[in-house]
């Protein structure tokens, strides 16, 4: 059984930072694609940032250049370092792992942005 545990959520000020983590509890982490999503209220999940197996990312144009996503193989863990945060960032983020045919989500971290 896969499970994925996000922490690190929180509320936040515009402009400040929070680094959600994402704890995998599945073997042969290192091959697997990981994706961070997010849920604003009232809206549809989107796909905020992935990393590769080779660490290679990718970003929605929303939050290029704010977010940076990482891995660490040793810990079976993904992060997602969230800069210069804007109200419009406020949701529930999810961590995502793809092992076919079965798609595997946490239970989500909020992040509000507010003054």
């Known amino acids: 059984q896969v499970q994925l545990v996000e922490s690190g959520g929180g509320l936040v000020q515009p402009g400040g930072s929070l680094r959600l983590s994402c704890a995998a509890s599945?073997?042969?982490?290192?091959?697997?694609?990981m994706r961070w999503y997010r849920q604003a209220p009232g809206k549809q999940r989107v796909l905020v940032a992935t990393i590769s197996s080779s660490g290679s990312t990718n970003y929605a144009d929303s939050v290029k250049g704010r977010f940076t996503i990482s891995r660490d193989n040793a810990k079976n863990t993904v992060y997602l370092q969230m800069n210069s945060l804007k109200p419009e960032d406020t949701a529930v983020y999810y961590c995502n792992l793809v092992r076919s045919p079965y798609d595997y989500w946490g239970q989500g971290t909020q992040v509000t942005v507010s003054s």
């Open positions: 599945i073997n042969n982490f290192r091959v697997y694609a």
